[in-house]
Nanobody, 116 residues
Framework: QVQLVESGGGLVQAGGSLRLSCAAS????????MGWYRQAPGKQRELVAG???????NYNYSVKGRFTISRDNAKSTVYLQMNSLKPEDTAVYYC??????????WGQGTQVTVSS
């Protein structure tokens, strides 16, 4: 089993920055990809950014150029640096870890609220 503990959410004004962290523990041998999803009220959960164990990244088009995902494999931790935040970035952000992008493990979620 894998446990994911997120931190770093909060309230910020538009244009501000936040950094999310997700520390993983447990059976890490089964983990290749890690990433962040988000879900806003009334909307489906969507992938924000992902990163493989080799460092390959992918981003949702809406956050490209503003968000940066990184990973410290030694610490089993993934980070999401969020800059130039917009009100539409307001959502619950969930950490994900798995062998691939299906059937993996989820964190409990952390609220990010961007005020205009």
């Amino acid at each position: 089993q894998v446990q994911l503990v997120e931190s770093g959410g909060g309230l910020v004004q538009a244009g501000g920055s936040l950094r999310l962290s997700c520390a993983a523990s447990g059976s890490m041998f089964s983990i290749n990809v890690m990433g962040w999803y988000r879900q806003a009220p009334g909307k489906q959960r969507e992938l924000v950014a992902g990163i493989t164990s080799g460092g390959s990244t992918n981003y949702n088009y809406s956050v490209k150029g503003r968000f940066t995902i990184s990973r410290d494999n030694a610490k089993s931790t993934v980070y999401l640096q969020m800059n130039s935040l917009k009100p539409e970035d307001t959502a619950v952000y969930y950490c994900y870890a798995g062998l691939n992008w299906r059937g993996g493990h989820w964190g409990q979620g952390t609220q990010v609220t961007v005020s205009s």
